[in-house]
């Protein structure tokens, strides 16, 4: 079993998580829990097989084997139940590159794109420098919960709105969308011919008890109108490999984007990420199961800290994702106050939540990929400086 107990120092190996924190948080001695990537070795088997390619020594043009595209429609099958074509499967060098594609395969400058804030924030961008117009959509908040507002979608939408992009599972609230949520969404977007982009990146992210339904997979119908944007890089953490796809069943919809990929070179990946998506693919299952049951043990673990020990700090129900989506508003600061709290005082770099959108304020992302003694070390640090605060 793999030990994600283990401390891998990270310092000094061009990370983002580890080795941008002084320009993110103007400080260094922090422990960093903000980026989407994870503190663990990727599968031992992953580990060899580029181990074995890099023995060889000739690093020349590659081409994608069968073998891969094979990987992801087996991957797709046993883990989702939706049957793929080998046809349906496009590579990229990323989701972020690949929306950004989408975005100018299906939507003209001055066209309307709906997100569900507070959500990704490379989704704000993405539209934005396209120039295409950004429409929010807010999550309904009630309860300590998020749900899907159906009514302010509908009225949102007009004769300019050509796409909607879904964040499923949710970054960063954590949702794993029901079917039933997600019927109701692509009932409207094939009502309003609005096209589909579902960012499905964290989709083998899921916490026991829930399930991943993804949008295409429900009816011919949704299928038709969605693309879906996938990766190993959450599920293995392999970020650094440049390597996701996309699954387009309409052939109208897959030509335009590949036109788009082919006019900008995004077809094309690399070498390392070719073999470690398909060694993963096939040799992950029980690495990412005991993967789920770490971050289970993680989330609990913050779950029943905050509960005993700083009950003021409240949290959404981590259903997917390693992303846990924190509620500070007790506290009554301002965001620039918190701020200045967990990283001066508890040294613990969490995520802005406002980057996600305003309904961000007054929340922070907090990572919890990382061994339980980090994660154990930053809640004890945040529960000093907020006692202290609070002068507790
Ligand atoms: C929802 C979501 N989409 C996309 C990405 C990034 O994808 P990529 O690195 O493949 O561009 C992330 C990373 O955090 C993410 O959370």
Redesign the pocket.
């Known amino acids: 079993m793999a030990n994600f107990d283990r401390v891998i120092p990270r310092k000094n190996t061009n990370s983002y998580k580890w080795d941008r924190c002084e320009e993110i948080f103007g400080t260094d001695d922090l422990i960093p829990m903000w980026v ?1 990537d994870m503190d663990f070795e990727a599968p031992k088997e992953v580990k060899k097989a580029l181990k074995d390619r890099i023995e060889h020594g000739v690093f020349g043009y590659t081409f994608i084997p069968d073998s891969f595209y094979d990987s992801i429609i087996d991957w797709q099958f046993s883990r989702n139940n939706w049957k793929i074509e080998k046809d349906w499967i496009i590579t990229a060098p ?4 690949s929306i950004k594609a989408c975005i100018q395969s299906f939507t003209s400058p001055g066209e309307e794109i709906i997100v569900q804030t507070p959500v ?1 924030f ?1 989704f704000f961008s993405s539209i934005r420098l396209n120039g295409r117009i950004l429409v929010e959509n807010p999550l309904k908040f009630s309860s300590g919960n998020y749900r899907m507002d159906f009514e302010d979608l509908e009225r949102k939408i007009n004769d300019k709105t050509r796409m909607l992009i879904l ?1 499923n599972p949710h ?1 960063p609230v954590g949702r794993v969308w029901k079917k039933e949520e997600l019927e109701r969404l692509g009932e409207i977007c094939l009502r309003n011919n609005i096209t589909i982009v579902s ?1 499905e ?2 989709s083998d992210l899921i916490m026991p008890g829930y399930k991943h339904t993804p949008i295409a997979s429900i009816s011919k119908e949704f299928s038709d109108i969605t693309v879906t944007c996938t ?1 190993v ?2 599920t293995f953490n392999l ?1 650094g490999l440049s390597t ?1 796809y996309l699954i387009i069943s309409n052939p109208v919809l897959r030509n335009r984007y590949v036109h788009t990929a082919q006019r900008n070179g995004l077809l094309t990946t690399n070498i390392f990420g070719i073999i470690a998506l398909e060694v993963s693919y096939r040799y992950g299952f029980k690495w990412l199961d005991d993967l789920i049951e770490y971050l289970r043990e993680n989330r609990d673990f913050v779950k029943d800290f905050l509960k005993e020990r700083i009950p003021s700090v409240k949290t959404t129900e981590l259903e997917g994702t390693y992303l846990m989506w924190l509620n500070f508003r007790e506290l009554g600061l301002k965001q620039e106050e918190l701020k200045n709290l967990l990283y001066n005082e508890a040294k613990v770099g969490l995520q802005d939540g406002v980057m996600f959108g305003e309904e961000g304020d007054g929340f922070m992302r907090m990572n919890i990929a990382c061994p339980r003694s980090t994660l154990e070390e930053a809640m004890k640090r945040m529960e000093k400086a907020i006692k202290k605060h609070l002068k507790l």
Do not use: E, F, L
Not at 94 to 97: A, D, I, L, S, T
């Open positions: 989407a990323g989701v972020v590159p990704y490379p964040c970054n960012d990146i964290h990766s890089s959450k970020a996701s």
